[in-house]
């Protein structure tokens, strides 16, 4: 299996849950609507994760960065 090691930037509290791009350093910034509260964003970074690599959630880890905005991801690809 191969793994996919993303940087990512998550704004939690948008108005939709959505990949917003890149930013100049070429971290991946992702919008979700959920709170910053108990895992909900992070569950929520996972599956908009999902969806747009067209992958399980379940292939996706939070490495790095739990409680922060910025975090290292790792997808696990088929």
Request: contains cysteine; hydrophobic residues 40%.
């Amino acid at each position: 299996m191969k793994t996919l090691t993303l940087n990512v930037k998550v704004v939690p509290r948008s108005n939709r849950s959505e990949v917003a791009g890149t930013m100049g350093d070429g971290t991946l910034k992702v919008k979700v609507a959920a709170v910053p509260e108990k895992g909900k964003a992070n569950e929520e970074l996972c599956s908009v994760l999902a969806a747009h690599y067209q992958v399980p959630a379940r292939d996706i880890t939070v490495i790095a960065g739990l409680t922060s905005t910025r975090k290292t991801v790792r997808i696990t690809l088929p």
